[in-house]
């Protein structure tokens, strides 16, 4: 890699031209330990406020690729300007380009630190990397083995009203695409392309399940539901080097925007002359509306049917599980203890789970 630097005689701040060409990652997240200098390509997953210290203005974002996140803090002088044109040029969702980042460790886990002195910072143009080195994505052989088995259930219903509303859905090759790559969240579980189709399926498996063991559970109502529970994750992620929130998605949030799909698909359904009955317009939406199953945890209304009591047991069950596997993932990458600390928001700090197989 040739030696890109210049120094600005007036600044006498490092500054970074524009490479020219498209080209992969060769330092990866994972991959990174105490020592390295940090040469590459970062896609920005968040960024907090500027801060002073004994020295001057620095900041700090969190930096991700496909295969894990970090923390980089950029150290800059006395000159706040400066160091806030820098800031400001890059948001989240953008990608870096770091250079001479020293990699630490701090708090037990690795960052990223860019002195301004003889380090730099800079926003790249989407023509300098390539999109799939920075968002952790399922095999597309994984993604269709996944839809499989939601087309398997969609040609099992025998409700004829049900099975139109899905159609709705399905039958749009847009909504397609967008239903067999979006990611479920930007942290905590199924953080990836094609994660919520897995979540989909994993909560769709755990619903017929139980079904099976209560008879007086409605099959169908419940595995639509399943089905369609998180659709509002399509409008409200984003994602091209790393997955941002849209503006729907801040405003509004993924369970109101779902039901408002919902109800506008079957609206539509019934200007064209289709009998959808009410009340089992009322029973989906109550699904998608009560799935996160309390007013703490972002729900508008608590589960009031046994179908949706299921299906918010399962999509705990999923979601919980999955992020308990991912924080396991990260920890065992970290260290090679058969003991780990990870945070737990439920009890507000940190607590050890087990690395090791029984």
Request: aromatic share 10%; net charge negative.
């Amino acid at each position: 890699m040739s030696d890109i630097y210049q120094i600005d005689k007036k600044s006498k701040q490092a500054m970074i031209p524009t490479d020219t060409g498209k080209r992969h990652k060769e330092q990866y997240v994972e991959n990174l330990k105490e020592g390295d200098v940090a040469d590459d390509f970062f896609a920005v997953k968040m960024k907090k406020p500027q801060r002073t210290y004994k020295r001057g203005v620095f900041f700090e974002f969190v930096g991700t690729d496909k295969t894990g996140e970090i923390s980089i803090k950029y150290w800059g002088g006395e000159n706040k300007d400066r160091v806030k044109r820098l800031y400001d040029s890059f948001t989240v969702g953008d990608v870096v380009q770091v250079r001479q980042g020293n990699v630490e460790i701090y708090d037990e886990r690795p960052q990223i630190s860019i002195n301004e002195k003889n380090g730099g910072l800079r926003r790249c143009s989407p023509t300098e990397y390539n999109a799939s080195d920075f968002i952790p994505a399922l095999d597309e052989s994984r993604i269709d083995e996944l839809f499989n088995v939601i087309q398997t259930e969609l040609q099992s219903f025998t409700s004829e009203p049900i099975r139109r509303i899905l159609l709705q859905f399905f039958e749009d090759p847009e909504f397609l695409d967008a239903y067999k790559h979006s990611p479920s969240a930007i942290t905590h579980h199924h953080n990836y392309v094609g994660g919520n189709l897995e979540h989909a399926v994993g909560v769709l498996r755990l619903c017929k399940n139980i079904s099976e063991m209560y008879p007086r559970i409605n099959k169908e109502i419940v595995s639509c539901g399943a089905i369609i529970h998180d659709i509002g994750k399509l409008k409200e992620y984003r994602y091209v080097a790393a997955i941002d929130k849209t503006e729907e998605g801040n405003f509004i949030g993924h369970i109101v925007l779902g039901d408002r799909w919902l109800r506008e698909k079957i609206h539509g359904l019934r200007t064209r002359g289709f009998d959808i009955p009410e009340d089992l317009e009322q029973h989906l939406s109550h699904l998608i509306l009560s799935h996160h199953g309390k007013y703490e945890w972002g729900s508008p209304r608590l589960p009031k049917t046994i179908e949706a009591c299921v299906l918010h047991q399962a999509d705990l069950m999923d979601s919980q599980v999955k992020n308990y596997i991912q924080n396991l993932e990260e920890a065992k990458r970290l260290s090679e203890e058969q003991w780990a600390y990870i945070y737990d928001s439920d009890i507000g700090r940190r607590r050890a789970i087990y690395l090791g197989t029984y």
